[in-house]
């Protein structure tokens, strides 16, 4: 799909759970040519190359679309970053909609947003109008009641956030279309970085509505962005382990050529290489549970380190650097009794460390 597009940086630095919209609330204000600004706490953009087009910025998230005869533009209400965190340093990031979607053609109604270092444009998509994006296809996602496709395209020679550049494309692209719900953003993030779709420093995250050479109309009634707190996209067990719900990393039994403590930037362990791991045995009273691990990277690239349970892989932290941040793993099914859980390097290619700090189970 062909896109055209201009940012304006809007530097914001997060160091606390967000959830927006803010307090003040400004009246309704419409806009037909190309925009950026603030309002109630959401970055708005509009932004066409050709066309007739209207925004209407209601309060909060909430705002509508008018489109026709346009070759490209999109509307959308979010939050802009300073490109220096990446999205596990933020927190944990989900949008709760509503809205109503009349695409009088080729149209999304997604989240849409970008990352620098790698420079990525990425779309979770939760309706289309007469063409459903598809790609190379990765794998897929089930979160939030329903299954997305997971696609990667490269766009060559194109305009992009830094000027023209060739990059990827992200998308998550749900098989069932729906115009209300939950979008745990952080499910699809971590989904892209297993699938070997590294994410980079966050740019930006917005509920957009996007028309491509088409007319049609959208009005999304409410819009509600969350920065920080806790994983989205599983139940949390109410049933914690029958002994204990979190292990510090220096108290459980290291082994590998490398593996020793460390004191900065917490007082935890660290795994250099390849087979260094840590390990303890817990015991379950019940079969699922989700497993949080406080962790980091020692410089800015992907630190990953694996969770094992009895012998088997059940999924991997992500660290994308060198702040401790919690990457969460939900609803890991495992056996009960005695089990032997292990946190292991098996990915290092030699230009990251893993530190680790402690193991929380829920």
Known sequence: MKQKRMRLLLTLFICFVLTIPAVIVQAA?????????????????????????????????AFSAQWSNIGNA????????DSTK??????????????????????????????????????????WGTYRPTGTKKG????????????????????????????????????????????SVSEHFKKW???????????????????????????????TLTIGGSTGGGTTPTTPPSSGTKKEAESMTKSGQYTGNISSPFTG?????????????????TGTHNFSLRGASNNSNMAKVDLKIGGQTKGTFYFGGSNPAVYTINNVSHG???????????????????YIDYLEIQ
């Open 140 to 183: 897929t996602i089930t979160v939030d009641g329903g299954t997305y496709d997971i696609y990667e395209t490269t766009r060559t020679n194109q305009p992009s956030i830094i000027g023209t550049a060739t990059f990827k494309q992200y998308w998550s692209v749900r098989t069932s279309q729906r115009t209300s719900g939950t979008i």
């Open 86 to 127: 990446t999205h596990s340093q933020l927190g944990n990031i989900s949008i709760n909609y509503s809205a109503t979607f009349n695409p009088g053609g080729n149209s999304y109604l997604c989240v849409y947003g970008w990352t620098k270092d790698p420079l990525v444009e990425y779309y979770i998509v939760d309706s």
């Open 269 to 285: 362990v660290a795994l250099y290489a390849n087979n260094d791991s840590v390990k303890y045995t817990q015991n379950f009273t």
């Open 336 to 354: 009960t009794g005695n089990q032997e859980i292990e946190l292991v390097v098996t990915s290092d290619d030699g230009t990251w460390d893993a």
């Open 29 to 61: 204000t419409t806009i037909n040519s190309n925009q950026t600004g603030t309002q109630d706490g959401y970055d708005y953009e509009l932004w066409k190359d050709s066309g007739t087009t209207s925004m209407t910025l209601n309060s909060g998230g």
């Open 193 to 223: 970085e297993s699938l070997g779709m590294p994410m980079g420093k966050m740019y930006e995250v917005a509920l957009t509505v996007e028309g491509y050479q088409s007319n049609g109309s959208a009005n999304v009634t409410s819009n």
């Open 74 to 81: 999109l509307f959308r209400k979010g939050k802009k970053f």
